[in-house]
Nanobody, 125 residues
Framework: QLQLVESGGGLVQPGGSLRLSCAAS????????IGWFRQAPGKEREGVSC????????NYADSVKGRFTMSRDNAKKTVYLQMNSLKPEDTAVYYC??????????????????WGQGTQVTVSS
């Protein structure tokens, strides 16, 4: 059974950093693009970043460019989101999601098929 589990969320002060992890099980991660999404209270879910199946291509929302970095370790079946210079507006539940793409480099702007349960990130002083 395909499963994604996020971890690493928490409370951090503005300007601080967090690293989120997305652990995959039940499928071969090498053939899947992974996306990070977030949803703040009262707002629609938005795409944050994504990484292609090989890790060779990444995309970021304008609001996080230069602050967030996505990476993956297919051998460990884990994808990461390093978040630096966090702002209060980054507060949200963060979700990782998987999309089967084979070896294609696509990842941004697609409907993802499998989702984790989410992890809360709160940026506040």
């Amino acid at each position: 059974q395909l499963q994604l589990v996020e971890s690493g969320g928490g409370l951090v002060q503005p300007g601080g950093s967090l690293r989120l992890s997305c652990a995959a099980s039940g499928f071969i991660l090498d053939y899947y693009a992974i996306g990070w999404f977030r949803q703040a209270p009262g707002k629609e879910r938005e795409g944050v970043s994504c990484i292609s199946s090989s890790g060779g291509s990444t995309n970021y929302a304008d609001s996080v460019k230069g602050r967030f970095t996505m990476s993956r370790d297919n051998a460990k079946k884990t994808v990461y989101l390093q978040m630096n210079s966090l702002k209060p507006e980054d507060t949200a539940v963060y979700y990782c999601a998987a999309l089967e793409t084979g070896r294609a480099t696509m990842c941004w702007g697609y409907e993802y098929d499998y989702w984790g349960q989410g992890t809360q990130v709160t940026v506040s002083s």
